[in-house]
Nanobody, 122 residues
């Protein structure tokens, strides 16, 4: 069993920054891939970013603005979000899978956090 706990969400003005954290427990951190997804009201959950031992991947909508990273010593993955836009407003979820590449497919992830709200005001 894997437990994930997100933190760092909040309210920020457009153009501002936030850093989300996701602390993982229950599985050797170095062997798992991590992903960030988001869901706005009335929309489907969408891929944001992912990280694995082989590299990282980003949705086109966040490339150049968001950065995913991990600290294996702390069993934590981060999502640094810069130049935030109102359309980035959503609940952000971290998820984990055992894999070999940074996947953007939500069905490939088997454990999910509870989500953290990010609201960007215009």
């Amino acid at each position: 069993q894997v437990q994930l706990a997100e933190s760092g969400g909040g309210l920020v003005q457009a153009g501002g920054s936030l850093r989300l954290s996701c602390a993982a427990s229950g599985r050797p951190f170095s062997s798992i891939d991590m992903g960030w997804f988001r869901q706005a009201p009335g929309t489907e959950r969408e891929f944001v970013a992912a990280i694995s031992r082989s590299g990282t991947a980003y949705a086109d909508s966040v490339k150049g603005r968001f950065t995913i990273s991990r600290d294996s010593a702390k069993n934590t993955v981060y999502l640094q979000m810069n130049s935030l836009k109102p359309e980035d407003t959503a609940v952000y979820y971290c998820a984990t899978r055992s894999g070999t590449y940074p996947s953007g497919r939500s069905y490939e992830y088997d454990y999910w956090g509870q989500g953290t709200q990010v609201t960007v005001s215009s």
